[in-house]
């Protein structure tokens, strides 16, 4: 789809060439200009190299011309009269938006608009009558010329006015009429009522007007990409004269001036249009299973079923693994780890019951570790084999399960314990069961590290600009409007910029979740001295602060300001949160990182296809730049960067096959065996010299 995007704009810009060839030829223009234009078009692909130098350089040609498809060209009160043959189609609301401007600009005589086309496509125009109707605002804001818009709307006019003979030639176009006000009504009347009838807006622009009526009815649209953002009316603003373009100052200037224009999201968010959410047709309903495995019921303890004593027995427990007290032999863990700890120990006490029949008033961890000595742990090797064989668990699940077990091992016999932290020894290595626990813990990170993954990676996996690409669209839907031009809720356009600012910092920051969760403006979220956006973190602020300490400031990219700013002054308080996180739920709590989670996956599923997952991306920045031959300066710089060590990096997050690790040796081998080749053979040419 990209690709015929492409192909589309290469048919939009040829378009303009040949027009401004014609041009020049009236005007005996030598031989030479010709042969550059030519040249240029012949030289032309598509690429991603920034819109505003590709802009420069055409306002340049264009400037060679003396001439340029600018709203200057739609000012003249002494347009061409319109001719009865010029065509043989009469406009209509319905009419396709780029035959519309490109009879229009005949009638005009004037080269055909090919950036005001672009421009309307991409914030969802797609007919005459939406050009008709577009408010004058809109239509300086886009870069639209108001005499291209006033002629359709006078063509629309005619069209009514001449009732069923409308079809047998074009309408006139009165260069010094003006539409009036319920002609326009009426068109935009008549365009709601046929776009209501589709389940999408019109299709992009796809090479000929023919291409863009057929998508229109169909109701496609091709995605955008990062990088290759449509190309709307650039040059709209530009002078047509030579003399009065270089009036303007140097080519450095223009290019200034068009960066402005080519941005598609130089538009307020009031004013943008959002594409329909079901674009691509993915639906999170439909989304495949990533581990290829039936859905067990639960079988851990729920709150209801637990005793007062258990429960007082899990606060204690928390209480331990937390909060700093004489005698600790360890340092506090973080919340959210002694949350994970505790539901692995509601899952360990609810196999006690259901399937031991242990009854429910006599659950304790004591049940479950009933000795300091090395036999404790039976009962806990037991259950890891109940898990294994019956619910298909991951060796990585299965390490966090033992460790859950050690830590209320720790809790349970902590008063047992000898052991003297501070003279050197390993914390509770006097307990057998501790130590058995920790053997079993090793056991299965070194089994992890080389075992397959269990779930499908095929399913959640992206390429680094496949997510630029999902970010680009999201930040599409950050907009006040529909695709049809009516207004959203401010809770769901809040929601939309809220998705795209957590995609979009994980591009430049790509860290774990919880950074995101605990985003908070003048805390971890501050302006520096230089006015940018950064996160800043404290050694109790990420997962291995204790290992790292204070981390360098995280840089958010300026692309995102508009956005950010806005949802911070505005958008955010349309959620109703009720606390003072930066990110929040529907319901106004904080995120966790199952709601985390689950948004973000639906999300990505319904843009791409793929259940990718916010600790994913973490993989993909590193996978991307390992193997695009980043140096081992700079992976050293991004391991600092996101917080973990150059082996984590390469162990870890490092996802490559492992073909595509060792293809550099065999490119490798191959270059020296030729090299050895080429010279051995001319050792023996020159032995061979008499």
Known sequence: MRLARLAARRSLLLELIDSQITSVQAKACPARCFSSVAAASSAWRPSRAPLALWGARRLGRA??????????????????????????????????????????????????????????????????????????????????????????????????????????????????????????????????????????????LAGSAAASADQQQQGQQEPGGAGESSLPAAA?????????????????????????????????????????????????????????????????????????????????????????????????????TALKYADHMRGALGWLHRERGVPLQELSFARLLPSSARDGVSLVFDYI???????????????????????????????????????????????????????????????????????DEEAKWLTWYEYLDLCEELRRECAALDSTGRRRSDAAVAWSLQKYLIFAILSCVPDRQRTLRELQVGRTLVRDREGRWVIRHGPEDYKTGRSYGERPP???????????????????????????????????????????????????????????????????????LRGSGASERELEALAIYMGHSVEMQRDSYDRRTKEQKVEPAVELLASLNRRAMASSGASSGSESEP
């Open 554 to 624: 995280l840089v958010i990219s300026p692309q995102l300001y508009p956005e950010l700013d806005a949802f911070i002054a505005r958008w955010r308080a349309c959620l109703g949160p009720a606390h003072d996180l930066l990110l929040t739920q529907k319901d106004g709590k904080p995120l966790t990182d199952k709601s985390l989670y689950t948004l973000f996956w639906k999300t990505a599923y319904r843009l791409t296809g793929k259940r990718t997952n916010p600790h994913l991306v973490r993989d993909m920045i590193v996978t991307h």
């Open 63 to 204: 400037a060679a011309f003396g001439s340029s498809p600018s709203s200057a060209a739609f000012s003249s009160a002494a347009a061409a009269p319109a001719s009865a043959t010029a065509a043989g189609t009469a406009l209509r609301p319905d009419t396709p938006i780029a035959d519309a401007v490109r009879l229009t600009c005949e009638q005009l005589g004037r080269p055909f608009a090919s950036e005001a086309v672009e421009a309307l496509l991409d914030n969802w125009y797609s007919t005459a009558g939406e050009l008709a109707a577009l408010p004058d605002e809109t239509a300086r804001s886009l870069g639209i010329p108001l005499r291209l818009r006033s002629a359709v709307a006078e063509a629309l006019q005619g069209s009514e006015a001449a009732g069923p003979t409308a079809g047998v030639g074009y309408t006139s176009l009165a260069p010094g009429a003006a539409a009036g006000s319920d002609v326009l009504q009426d068109a935009a009347t008549q365009h709601e009522q046929q776009r209501s009838r589709s389940s999408s807006p019109g299709g992009r």
């Open 236 to 336: 709209a603003a530009v002078p047509t004269s030579s003399s009065s373009s270089s009036s303007r100052g140097s080519l450095a200037a223009a290019a200034q001036q068009v960066t402005a224009a080519v941005d598609p999201f130089f538009l307020p968010i009031e004013q943008r249009r959002c594409p329909p959410q079901r674009r691509f047709g993915n639906s999170a309903v439909q989304a495949p299973r990533v581990v290829q495995r039936s859905k067990a019921s639960r079988y851990a303890l729920s709150e209801e079923e637990m005793s007062d004593g258990l429960r007082a027995e899990f606060a204690a427990f928390h209480d331990f693994l937390t909060v700093r007290f004489f005698g600790a032999q360890s340092e506090p863990i973080r919340e959210d």
């Open 385 to 455: 084999l109940w898990l294994t064989n019956t619910r298909d668990i991951s060796v990585r699940t299965e390490g966090i399960v033992v460790r859950s077990a050690c830590a209320a091992a720790k809790f349970l016999f902590h008063s047992e314990s000898k052991v003297k932290p501070g003279r050197g020894e390993t914390p509770y290595s006097d307990l057998e069961v501790v130590k058995e626990l920790r053997s079993m813990a090793n056991l299965a990170k070194k089994r992890g590290s080389v075992a397959p993954r269990r779930s």
